[in-house]
């Protein structure tokens, strides 16, 4: 079960794409030094279709993707959600994008239910998604299930 602490719409998360940020709770990678570490308590209220409906009717017309910011403990659900925003007649159009700890994706999720992923845990010496050391990973998902890295979108360019 996917239980969601918070949600916001973003527009930093999935390059060029106006974001429904759903952060999903009882994060198990427990990353030291994570930016999130509140994910890592079971807080929230349950993410299922009936949850999920609801914020697609309110906000579905006014974003381009629904991403969900964790869920490592429960993949193979994160994938019959984001298959279910990806299937839905009333939303259709609609991108999807998981951002995980995890260093490779999860069997249980199909990349056919994604336009995006996010890979890795967060280890501080190494920085987040923004830092040219990072070890994290994002990349849109290909019509053919290939992965482009489009982590160079993220890292702040020197202003000098």
Known sequence: MLLVASYDIVFQEIPGEVTLALN???????????????????????????????????????????????????????NRLARLVRSSGEHG??????????????????????NYIKLGPYVERFGGLDSPTTNQRFYRVEPDETL???????VKKSLL
């Open 24 to 78: 999903l709770s009882a994060c198990s990678n427990a990353c030291p030094g994570c930016h999130s570490a509140y994910l890592q308590a079971v807080v929230g209220e349950p993410l299922g279709e009936d949850m999920l409906g609801r914020l697609l009717d309110r906000y579905g017309r006014a974003v381009s993707c629904v991403a969900f910011m964790g869920g490592d403990g429960d993949p193979g659900e994160v």
């Open 93 to 114: 159009g609609l991108k999807t994008a998981w951002y995980s700890g995890r260093a490779e994706k999860a069997p249980e999720v199909d990349l056919k239910n994604l």
């Open 148 to 154: 482009t890295d489009m982590t160079s979108h993220f």
